[in-house]
């Protein structure tokens, strides 16, 4: 029997938006189990700490082959800890490419049985991220068609509260 085919999707995920979430299932389309991996100790300043960010996601992507871990310290690390051999990074633009590349192949030297596998997100979400959904929560505006109603929740508790 093939052993399961694990996949890492990491990231900071502050907070999960419906980009993430779609990256996440896709990748089902070739792994048989996704680990959201989400790393405690980012070089930004997190809105949600790192036990929000995992609740949130959680209860964002609920399927049963997908599964939601914080972890510290180097990626290959911990995907040789959870026996993954897929990192997934989502790819949006080409200013997202020389930052993937440079992450990609500095893991693949320091672990070479890894690989990383970029997707593409869903056509109409291609232009999200974290970073402008906290900004534009941050003032009020509308966010609710790009995170999951929790999330949207978790916003307006830590803006409006
Ligand atoms: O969502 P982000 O902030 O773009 O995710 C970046 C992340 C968390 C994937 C990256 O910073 C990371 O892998 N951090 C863990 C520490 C590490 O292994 N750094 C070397 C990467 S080459």
């Given at each position: 029997m093939t052993p399961p085919r694990i996949a890492i999707y990491p990231?900071?995920?502050?907070?999960?938006?419906r980009g993430h979430e779609d990256l996440a299932i896709r990748s089902l389309r070739f792994a048989d189990r996704v680990i959201v991996a989400v790393a405690v100790n980012g070089q930004k300043q997190p809105l949600f700490g790192v036990e929000e960010r995992v609740a949130l996601i959680r209860e964002t992507v609920q399927h049963p082959a997908v599964e939601v871990q914080a972890f510290e310290g180097l990626l290959v690390e911990f995907a040789h800890r959870v026996g993954a051999t897929l990192i997934v990074r989502g790819l949006r633009a080409?200013?997202?490419?020389e930052y993937e590349f440079q992450m990609a192949l500095m893991n693949r030297n320091l672990a070479p049985g890894l690989e990383t596998v970029f997707l593409m997100p869903a056509f109409d979400l291609t232009y999200l991220s974290s970073s402008l959904v906290r900004e534009v929560a941050r003032f009020g505006g509308d966010v609710s068609p790009l995170v999951h109603p929790a999330v949207l929740k978790a916003l307006k508790a830590k803006f409006r509260p």
């Open positions: 990231g900071s995920f502050d907070p999960i938006t080409v200013s997202d490419f």
